[in-house]
């Protein structure tokens, strides 16, 4: 199973790009990584998926190096509203399997003004 | 489009009392997944069907747990007895089949937070 891990938290202040890294260093070769983002009293939200290389969409950028043992989620000039705990999700989709869906702890960003 | 359903939003129970939580899914998703999220913990993958077939239920406690998927749409998740240990966030989530919406994004509901005294 591709575990990852996190940081446990990061501050930032608005206005800043903001880059969270995740380690994946068993990832293997089907495998997607996916960042979901969850607020408090809410359930987790899709950000980003990618393969490889580097995805980019109107919420954020996702950077894959060669290897593929980690990415960085990448969230220019972050705001109040982003204050949140962010997952790294590893694995092969459609996830044939419920063993094979690890969330890990998430990192816990805050943003201040 | 209307998202992933769950009721009820909260719950307080005694242990060893009964609950079931309902999950209605974003309409055409075939796969189904509920997840259970302890305070301060990622969520964990409890049981996941795809239409009103399991896929895999190998995280689920089966001595108290059960959960099923009539008609391939609707979903509940039973717990009996409860226990103090299950107070806990029960997340559902849908994603439509494969090849459609481009990646197999999950839609997640709002969740039931269930307190078990």
């Known amino acids: 199973l591709a575990k990852t891990t996190q940081p446990i938290s990061m501050d930032s202040y608005e206005g800043q790009e903001v880059n969270i890294t995740c380690s994946h260093n068993?990832?293997?070769?089907?495998?997607?990584i996916t960042w979901y983002q969850q607020f408090p009293s809410q359930g987790p939200r899709f950000i980003i998926q990618?393969?490889?290389t580097k995805v980019t969409n109107e919420v954020a950028s996702l950077f894959i190096p060669a290897d593929r043992k980690s990415s960085t989620l990448s969230l220019p000039r972050v705001s109040l509203s982003d204050t949140a705990v962010y997952y790294c999700?590893?694995?092969?989709?459609?996830?044939?399997?419920?063993?094979?869906?690890?969330f890990g702890s998430g990192t816990r960003l805050s943003i201040r003004p | 489009e209307a998202g992933v359903a769950q009721s009820p939003r909260y719950k307080i129970i005694e242990k060893r009392q009964s609950v079931a939580f309902w999950c209605n899914p974003i309409s055409g998703h075939a796969t189904l997944y509920w997840y259970q999220q302890i305070l301060g913990q990622g969520p964990k993958l409890l049981i996941q069907f795809q239409n009103n077939g399991v896929v895999d239920d190998s995280q689920l406690p089966k001595d108290r747990f059960s959960a099923e998927r009539l008609k391939g749409v609707d979903s509940t998740l039973k717990i009996q007895p409860a226990k103090l240990e299950d107070s806990a966030v029960y997340l559902c989530?849908?994603?439509?089949?494969?090849?459609?919406?481009?990646?197999?994004?999950?839609?997640f509901g709002p969740g039931t937070r269930l307190t078990v005294l």
């Open positions: 999700l590893v694995g092969d989709p459609p996830y044939s399997s419920a063993s094979k869906i690890i």
């Open positions: 068993n990832i293997a070769t089907n495998d997607y």
């Open positions: 990618g393969y490889k």
């Open positions: 989530a849908s994603s439509p089949p494969p090849g459609q919406g481009g990646t197999d994004t999950q839609y």
